[in-house]
């Protein structure tokens, strides 16, 4: 399994503020995914990456941005965070291979007042 | 478009057996994915499905018609800690992103 960590796992902040949520994984895995999840909507993709530097948009990326600078790391970023990105955050990775899962960290729970 | 749909929530008792369906719509299939997740914590994997057929892993077995774009989770023997919500998730074609459903909140009951 890829050892997949998040932090913070709990963040509040202000209307406005930068925020930075990091993932890591242990397992030198290409592929990283960020999501968020909302009550009855599920997890919804905002962006990936298939490499280094590679950043890929998914289902919902407007007001997020993210960064790879290296394998193990892919960050996600609220330039300016508003009270309707306050959401659970996930990060993943999935093993190699063409039928592996992909596997989450515990996530980050973000409140915006 | 793309659009997997769920059951919101379902009710069933300790011990028996329940069957969550979800059906999609999809530009591109590369397998079905079936997680579960205890509220407040992450996804867990369960079962993959890529050809039509059914699944067993213990209590679990998960079924995929492509045709009918259709599968279902299978869990025998319920127990009080399977209660969790179950995600149902398709791999698109091209770099591997899952599509989720909205997700079955199943309660098993004593």
């Known amino acids: 399994d890829a050892d997949v960590t998040q932090t913070p796992r709990n963040r509040i902040t202000k209307t406005g503020k930068r925020i930075m949520l990091e993932c890591s994984q242990t397992?030198?895995?290409?592929?990283m995914y960020w999501y968020r999840q909302d009550p009855g909507l599920g997890l919804r993709l905002i962006y990936y990456?298939?490499?280094?530097?590679?950043?890929n948009k998914g289902e919902i990326s407007d007001g997020y941005s993210v960064s790879r600078q290296a394998q193990a790391k892919f960050s996600l970023s609220l330039e300016s965070a508003i009270p309707n990105q306050t959401a659970l955050y996930f990060c993943?990775?999935?093993?190699?291979?063409?039928?592996?899962?992909?596997?989450f960290g515990d996530g980050t729970r973000l409140s915006i007042l | 478009g793309q659009n997997i749909d769920q059951p919101t929530e379902m009710t069933a008792t300790e011990g028996a057996i329940v069957q969550i369906n979800c059906t999609y719509q999809?530009?591109?299939?590369?397998?079905l994915f079936w997680y579960q997740q205890h509220a407040g914590e992450a996804p867990t994997f369960l079962s993959y499905n890529v050809l039509d057929g059914l699944e067993e892993k213990g209590r679990f077995s998960s079924f995929l018609s492509r045709s009918k774009g259709y599968s279902y989770l299978l869990l025998k023997e319920l127990q009080m800690k399977d209660s969790a919500s179950y995600l149902c998730?398709?791999?698109?074609?091209?770099?591997?992103?899952?599509?989720f459903g909205q997700g079955t909140e199943l309660s098993v009951k004593p």
């Open positions: 998730a398709v791999r698109d074609e091209q770099g591997g992103k899952l599509i």
């Open positions: 397992k030198g895995h290409d592929r």
């Open positions: 990456s298939f490499d280094v530097k590679d950043i």
């Open positions: 993943a990775t999935p093993d190699r291979g063409s039928n592996q899962p992909q596997h």
């Open positions: 999809t530009s591109g299939f590369n397998g």
